[in-house]
């Protein structure tokens, strides 16, 4: 019996204490990082090598350059990360030269220049156009010649050349008066706006370089003009 009661003793000491596990024992479990993408973990924009990295937008699609614009529909899937972009991923062009914001050194060049590899202009030219008969330029050439009065206060390095132009109604000499006599007026038009005279030249032309036919109506509204260059 007493061998028995022993036998139990080590059999239960064995059942309570060989077999139990502390919860300090217990395996614990790893963390799972669920990727954003179903082909690869997120990552930043440059591992250790220096490669760029792409991004994965919410819904998986990657984002190569970072702009918030999913690959598939990004038609500049290669814009310098930081760069601000359009909704077609694209970096802006707000003076439309030709040269992206990010790398214009002028984002603010007039219309119609034509600008350095640097976005800067070094040559502007456009027309504005007289009305038959009235010595005034149209509403619209006014509002052009506004706008170049601005870009020339914000830029004082540029000069202004002003040439008038006229149909061929009328004789060559009173063309000729006509043509300058109209330069002068534009020229005094600048000069109201703050345009220094130094920065402007005026003459005049009359009718012998038309730009259209003097046979019809559009042709000769189209040679009654004035030009202006504006250049460095």
């Given at each position: 019996?007493?061998?028995l009661?022993?036998?139990?003793v080590?059999?239960?000491?064995?059942l309570?204490?060989?077999?139990?596990?502390?919860?300090e024992e217990m395996?614990?479990a790893?963390?799972v990082?669920?990727s954003?993408?179903?082909?690869m973990?997120f990552?930043?924009?440059h591992d250790?090598?220096g490669?760029i990295?792409?991004?994965?937008l919410?819904?998986g699609?990657?984002d190569?350059?970072?702009?918030?614009i999913a690959?598939?529909t990004?038609r500049?899937?290669?814009?310098?990360i930081?760069?601000?972009v359009d909704?077609?991923g694209?970096?802006?062009?707000?003076?439309?030269?030709g040269v992206?914001d990010?790398e214009d050194?002028?984002?603010?060049?007039m219309?119609h220049?034509?600008?350095?590899?640097?976005?800067?202009?070094?040559?502007?030219?456009?027309n504005?156009?007289y009305?038959p008969?009235?010595n005034?330029?149209?509403p619209?050439?006014m509002?052009?010649?506004?706008?170049a009065?601005?870009?020339?206060?914000?830029h004082p390095?540029?000069?202004?050349?002003?040439?008038g132009?006229?149909d061929n109604?009328?004789?060559?000499?009173y063309?000729l008066?006509l043509?300058?006599?109209?330069a002068?007026?534009?020229l005094?038009?600048f000069?109201?706006?703050?345009?220094?005279?130094?920065?402007?030249s005026?003459?005049?032309?009359?009718?012998?370089e038309?730009i259209?036919?003097?046979?019809?109506?559009?042709?000769?509204?189209?040679n009654?003009r004035?030009?202006v260059?504006?250049y460095l």
């Amino acid at each position: 019996m007493k061998l028995l009661s022993i036998t139990l003793v080590v059999t239960m000491m064995v059942l309570f204490t060989g077999c139990s596990t502390t919860p300090e024992e217990m395996p614990q479990a790893k963390p799972v990082h669920h990727s954003s993408s179903p082909q690869m973990e997120f990552k930043t924009a440059h591992d250790d090598s220096g490669l760029i990295i792409p991004t994965y937008l919410e819904n998986g699609m990657a984002d190569k350059d970072h702009d918030g614009i999913a690959d598939g529909t990004d038609r500049c899937e290669d814009t310098p990360i930081g760069v601000e972009v359009d909704s077609d991923g694209c970096a802006f062009d707000r003076d439309q030269d030709g040269v992206k914001d990010y790398e214009d050194e002028c984002p603010n060049t007039m219309a119609h220049a034509k600008v350095k590899a640097n976005g800067c202009a070094d040559f502007v030219s456009f027309n504005l156009y007289y009305a038959p008969r009235v010595n005034e330029i149209t509403p619209k050439s006014m509002l052009v010649l506004e706008k170049a009065v601005g870009f020339l206060r914000e830029h004082p390095e540029y000069k202004v050349r002003i040439t008038g132009h006229t149909d061929n109604i009328g004789d060559d000499a009173y063309n000729l008066k006509l043509s300058q006599d109209r330069a002068a007026d534009v020229l005094k038009i600048f000069n109201r706006k703050g345009i220094n005279f130094k920065r402007l030249s005026a003459s005049g032309k009359g009718s012998s370089e038309p730009i259209e036919s003097n046979d019809t109506d559009e042709g000769r509204a189209l040679n009654r003009r004035i030009e202006v260059e504006v250049y460095l």
